[in-house]
């Protein structure tokens, strides 16, 4: 009897060794799947995080590019509006020429700008003098 309870102990145990494999293989399944699942759900948060990143950098590059075209255009309009400023002035000059040569006014006998702003500077002291 002791052989029949060795035997039959020994194919029980045989029994339970597959069996026992069995649920290892399903324990190492259960904990791939849900370290795959766990790594799955790490690259999603990391991918989010990524995306907000890259959206948030394009923003600021976008309205880095909108001020930059700001200040080119309103250079541009300054740099034109001066250009405009300078052809007036060429202009007037050439009328101020055409009218003096119309009056026959020699070019030199006009006073300069300086001496009438020093004549009348002169004549607004002697007009306060008089006046004390």
Request: hydrophobic share 30%.
């Amino acid at each position: 009897m002791d052989e029949k309870n060795q035997q039959a102990q020994q194919a029980q145990q045989q029994q339970q060794q597959p069996q026992a494999q069995a649920q290892g293989q399903q324990m190492d399944a259960l904990d791939m799947s849900t370290f795959v699942q766990t790594l799955l759900e790490q690259m999603v948060r990391y991918r989010r995080a990524i995306t907000m990143t890259l959206v948030f950098f394009s923003v600021k590059i976008n309205n880095q590019q909108q001020q930059q075209s700001r200040f080119e255009s309103m250079s541009d309009s300054i740099l034109k509006r001066i250009d405009e400023m300078g052809s007036r002035i060429d202009e007037l000059d050439k009328s101020i020429s055409d009218l003096m040569n119309h009056a026959n006014i020699p070019p030199n006998s006009v006073p300069s700008q300086t001496s009438t702003t020093q004549s009348s500077a002169s004549t607004s002291t002697d007009q306060k003098t008089e006046n004390q």
